[in-house]
């Protein structure tokens, strides 16, 4: 079943995310995709994620689509201008490309091209907006396509907002939804029972919103992450049971399944998988998950 059909089924849709290469030879991103070949409804390519230079998402994505895997393309901000934007927008739809994720994209210092110049000619907004123009047969300019994309469309949803930054975070997503976007992907999230309070109170807004497992490799990552990054809470008796566990990676692909098992449990439309280079133990996890 296509992705938009199993969420707004009802169904739980698993995606995982899988890295282009850096450089031209995609045999490793065929070899992962076949790991977990009908086990996954949908391969997300991210857009040179952490502002590192990789094939870029449209590339992965036609490469997954020839070889039959469904994909969810992301469109990042940072990168390209409005007619990149809309270009790539329109090949990707010609080519059988049915889902997009608009992303902002990750400050171009984390990068390896500290050179590079970030564009950001159009907003996380506006390109929701141009997305929704495409897919009603008008480019930004007001000009006719010879023939309209059509588009199942998501965005990004900061799941570790608290407060009153919460609160923005919620009217941003009303927004989001406004300019056509159906699901939202969040931040890595390993609270279960803050996320299923989120859930409920996302509900009226009507927009599937997409958890993210993230797969931990040690318990060093698991803390400096709860230290380091922003809006990501990992709770101590997890990072501990890595800590004290005599296989750690095991117990780490153990972490993530039961993590997939509960978001399922709790009626969460679907989890995005990302194993950051850990893309063998992908079938490990859904095991663990029993999917």
């Known amino acids: 079943m296509?992705?938009?059909?199993?969420?707004?089924?009802?169904?739980?849709?698993?995606?995982?995310?899988?890295?282009?290469?850096?450089?031209?030879?995609?045999?490793?991103?065929?070899?992962?995709?076949?790991?977990v070949k009908g086990r996954v409804d949908a391969f997300m390519v991210p857009e040179m994620a952490n502002s590192v230079v990789k094939a870029s998402s449209l590339g992965g994505c036609a490469f997954l689509q020839n070889r039959g895997f469904e994909t969810v393309l992301q469109v990042c901000c940072r990168d390209r201008n409005r007619l990149a934007l809309q270009a790539d927008i329109l090949a990707a739809g010609a080519i059988g490309i049915k889902t997009v994720m608009v992303v902002q994209g990750d400050d171009i210092t984390f990068g390896d091209h500290h050179q590079a110049r970030a564009v950001n000619d159009v907003t996380l907004m506006q390109l929701l907006e141009a997305i929704a123009g495409l897919k009603n047969g008008k480019d930004m300019a007001g000009i006719e396509l010879k023939g309209a994309p059509d588009f199942f469309v998501g965005s990004t949803f900061n799941a570790g907002a608290a407060g009153g930054a919460l609160d923005l975070e919620i009217e941003e997503l009303k927004k989001k939804k406004g300019l056509g976007a159906a699901f939202v992907v969040t931040t890595p999230v390993f609270d279960t029972d803050i996320f299923e309070k989120l859930l409920v109170k996302l509900k009226p807004v009507g927009v599937s919103v997409i958890p993210t497992v993230l797969l931990l490799k040690s318990a060093g990552m698991a803390r400096y992450i709860d230290r380091n990054v922003k809006n990501i809470?990992?709770?101590?008796?997890?990072?501990?049971?890595?800590?004290?566990?005599p296989d750690k990676p095991v117990e780490c692909v153990s972490i993530a399944g039961k993590l997939i098992s509960r978001f399922?449990?709790?009626?969460?439309?679907?989890?995005?998988?990302?194993?950051?280079?850990?893309?063998?133990?992908?079938?490990?996890?859904?095991?663990?998950?029993?999917?």
């Open 233 to 245: 809470f990992i709770p101590s008796q997890l990072i501990e049971s890595i800590q004290k566990a």
């Open 2 to 35: 296509p992705l938009k059909e199993k969420i707004e089924a009802g169904g739980f849709a698993v995606l995982a995310e899988l890295e282009p290469p850096k450089g031209a030879d995609f045999h490793s991103l065929l070899a992962n995709a076949d790991l």
């Open 264 to 291: 399922k449990e709790m009626g969460a439309p679907g989890v995005l998988v990302s194993t950051i280079g850990w893309e063998e133990k992908l079938p490990q996890v859904l095991d663990e998950a029993r999917l």
